[in-house]
C-alpha cells in the first residue's frame, strides 16, 4: 500500500484498523505532505516497533526519479518514473524576486492533441495519470528540495481538460493535504470546451489559461489541430460563460513565433478578438523544440507586440523563458532522455 495521496480519513480508517489512534494518521499525514519524508523510517516520532509494523503493510511512494537536471537559471526538472514504467517531466522554477516555488505538473503521459510547436505532442499519447501520480509529482520536488511547493501550474506534458477527472481530484488534495489555495493553481488548456463548460458549473477557484496562440480561426488551425473541433468563435463563448459564472479573469497565452503569428496586424486582430473578454495576456516567447525550424522574434517585435496589445487596454506579461538550456521551459518536455 501506498501512503501519498491518501487523504487525513483514508489514514485514521488504515490506523484503526491496526488498532492505533487517530493522532498517527495525523503525524503521518504531516510527513507526507509537510515534511516530505521518502520512507517510514524517516518517521520518527512513531515507536520504532510501529514503524516496523507499518512498513511491513505500506511504504510512502513506489515512483523514482530517473534523471534530475538542474539550469543554470535555478530551474529544476524531473523525469519521473511509475511502476508501469512509464514517465513524465516535472518542473520547478524559482524566481529570484518571488517567494514562490511553483511546480509544473504533467497531467498525461504524452498529449494527443498534437500542436505544431510542441515537443510533448511529438511522441503521441500513451496514457492519463490518476490522481495520485499527479501529486507524487509534487512530493518528488518537496522530497529532493526539502522545501514546499506554494504554486502549481498544469502546464507540463498532457492537456488537463482531456483528464478532467484526475485533474480536480489532485487540485482537492493540494487544497486539503498540502495546503495550496485554489488561487495559487493554474490550469492551462489548449481549448477543450466540454472541460471548460464544466469547470463553469463547477465554479472553479483556479485560474483557467487559456493556449490561444493566434487571434483567428485560419491561423489557428495551422498550428493546432484542435481548432478543427473547437473552433476559436465557440471557444470565446465558452470563455465569455466561465467568467460570467465564476466572476473569475482568465489569462490568455499566445506564442510568438517570428514571422507567423508577431506581426503588428496579428496585435492589432488579437486585441479587437479579447476587446470584451475579462482576461490578462501572457505573451510566450517560442522555445526551440528540434522538431520543427519556428523561431521566436526579436525583443523589439516582442516589445512591439506587447505595446499593441497594451494600447487596447489589457494588462500583458511576457513569460520569462525558465530553463531552456536543460529543455526545461514552455513546450520542451518530451518526457524522455534525448
Ligand atoms: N496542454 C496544455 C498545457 C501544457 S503546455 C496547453 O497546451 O495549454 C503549457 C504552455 O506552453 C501552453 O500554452 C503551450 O501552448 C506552450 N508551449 C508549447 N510549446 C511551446 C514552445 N515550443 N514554445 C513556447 N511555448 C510552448
Ligand atoms: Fe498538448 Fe499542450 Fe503540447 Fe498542445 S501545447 S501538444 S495541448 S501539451
Same mark, same amino acid.
Given at each position: 500500500?501506498?501512503?501519498?495521496?491518501?487523504?487525513?480519513?483514508?489514514?485514521?480508517?488504515?490506523?484503526?484498523?491496526?488498532?492505533?489512534?487517530? =493522532?498517527?494518521?495525523?503525524?503521518?499525514?504531516?510527513?507526507?505532505?509537510?515534511?516530505?519524508?521518502?520512507?517510514?523510517?524517516?518517521? @520518527?516520532?512513531?515507536?520504532?516497533?510501529?514503524?516496523?509494523?507499518?512498513?511491513?503493510?505500506?511504504?510512502?511512494?513506489?515512483?523514482?526519479?530517473?534523471?534530475?537536471?538542474?539550469?543554470?537559471?535555478?530551474?529544476?526538472?524531473?523525469?519521473? *518514473?511509475?511502476?508501469?514504467?512509464?514517465?513524465?517531466?516535472?518542473?520547478?522554477?524559482?524566481?529570484? +524576486?518571488?517567494?514562490?516555488?511553483?511546480?509544473?505538473? &504533467?497531467?498525461?503521459?504524452?498529449?494527443?492533441?498534437?500542436?505544431? =510547436?510542441?515537443?510533448?505532442?511529438?511522441?503521441?499519447?500513451?496514457?492519463?495519470?490518476n490522481y495520485k501520480?499527479i501529486i507524487?509529482?509534487?512530493?518528488?520536488?518537496?522530497?529532493?528540495?526539502?522545501?514546499?511547493?506554494? +504554486?502549481?501550474?498544469?502546464?507540463?506534458?498532457?492537456?488537463?481538460?482531456?483528464?478532467?477527472d484526475n485533474v480536480l481530484k489532485a487540485i482537492e488534495i493540494?487544497?486539503?493535504?498540502?495546503?495550496?489555495?485554489?488561487?495559487?493553481?493554474?490550469? &492551462?488548456?489548449?481549448?477543450?470546451?466540454?472541460?471548460?463548460?464544466?469547470?463553469?458549473?463547477?465554479?472553479?477557484?483556479?485560474?483557467?489559461?487559456?493556449?490561444?496562440?493566434?487571434?483567428?480561426?485560419?491561423?489557428?488551425?495551422?498550428?493546432?489541430?484542435? *481548432?478543427?473541433?473547437?473552433?476559436? @468563435?465557440?471557444?470565446?463563448?465558452?470563455?465569455?460563460?466561465?467568467?460570467?459564472? @465564476?466572476?473569475?479573469?482568465?489569462?490568455?497565452?499566445?506564442?510568438?513565433?517570428?514571422?507567423?503569428?508577431?506581426?503588428?496586424?496579428?496585435?492589432?486582430?488579437?486585441?479587437?478578438?479579447?476587446?470584451?473578454?475579462?482576461?490578462?495576456?501572457?505573451?510566450?516567447?517560442?522555445?526551440?523544440?528540434?522538431?520543427?525550424?519556428?523561431?521566436?522574434?526579436?525583443?523589439?517585435?516582442?516589445?512591439?507586440?506587447?505595446?499593441?496589445?497594451?494600447?487596447?487596454?489589457?494588462?500583458? @506579461?511576457?513569460?520569462?523563458?525558465?530553463?531552456?538550456?536543460?529543455?526545461?521551459?514552455?513546450?520542451?518536455?518530451?518526457?524522455?532522455?534525448?
Amino acid at each position: 500500500m501506498i501512503l501519498s495521496g491518501m487523504k487525513l480519513e483514508e489514514l485514521e480508517n488504515l490506523m484503526s484498523g491496526l488498532g492505533a489512534t487517530r =493522532f498517527r494518521a495525523k503525524q503521518i499525514h504531516n510527513w507526507i505532505y509537510t515534511k516530505s519524508v521518502s520512507s517510514i523510517e524517516e518517521m @520518527t516520532n512513531l515507536s520504532k516497533d510501529f514503524r516496523e509494523k507499518l512498513s511491513e503493510i505500506a511504504s510512502v511512494t513506489d515512483i523514482k526519479i530517473k534523471v534530475k537536471q538542474v539550469s543554470k537559471d535555478g530551474t529544476i526538472k524531473y523525469l519521473v *518514473e511509475y511502476p508501469d514504467g512509464e514517465c513524465v517531466e516535472t518542473v520547478l522554477m524559482r524566481f529570484d +524576486n518571488r517567494a514562490n516555488l511553483t511546480a509544473c505538473v &504533467s497531467s498525461q503521459v504524452g498529449c494527443a492533441v498534437n500542436c505544431s =510547436f510542441c515537443a510533448t505532442g511529438k511522441g503521441g499519447f500513451k496514457r492519463n495519470l490518476n490522481y495520485k501520480e499527479i501529486i507524487e509529482q509534487v512530493l518528488v520536488i518537496q522530497r529532493d528540495t526539502g522545501l514546499k511547493v506554494t +504554486n502549481i501550474v498544469f502546464m507540463g506534458q498532457g492537456e488537463p481538460l482531456l483528464n478532467l477527472d484526475n485533474v480536480l481530484k489532485a487540485i482537492e488534495i493540494f487544497n486539503n493535504d498540502f495546503q495550496i489555495g485554489a488561487r495559487r493553481i493554474t490550469i &492551462s488548456t489548449s481549448g477543450i470546451i466540454p472541460g471548460i463548460e464544466k469547470l463553469a458549473e463547477l465554479d472553479m477557484q483556479s485560474t483557467l489559461a487559456i493556449s490561444l496562440h493566434a487571434p483567428g480561426h485560419e491561423l489557428r488551425k495551422e498550428i493546432m489541430p484542435i *481548432e478543427s473541433k473547437y473552433p476559436i @468563435t465557440d471557444l470565446k463563448k465558452a470563455l465569455k460563460n466561465y467568467i460570467e459564472k @465564476t466572476g473569475r479573469r482568465i489569462t490568455v497565452e499566445y506564442i510568438l513565433i517570428h514571422g507567423f503569428n508577431d506581426t503588428p496586424a496579428a496585435a492589432k486582430e488579437l486585441a479587437y478578438f479579447l476587446k470584451d473578454l475579462k482576461c490578462n495576456i501572457n505573451l510566450i516567447p517560442y522555445n526551440s523544440v528540434i522538431e520543427n525550424d519556428y523561431k521566436k522574434p526579436s525583443n523589439n517585435d516582442i516589445m512591439k507586440f506587447k505595446y499593441l496589445l497594451e494600447h487596447s487596454g489589457k494588462k500583458v @506579461t511576457v513569460r520569462l523563458e525558465r530553463g531552456a538550456d536543460i529543455d526545461a521551459a514552455c513546450g520542451q518536455l518530451r518526457g524522455k532522455q534525448r
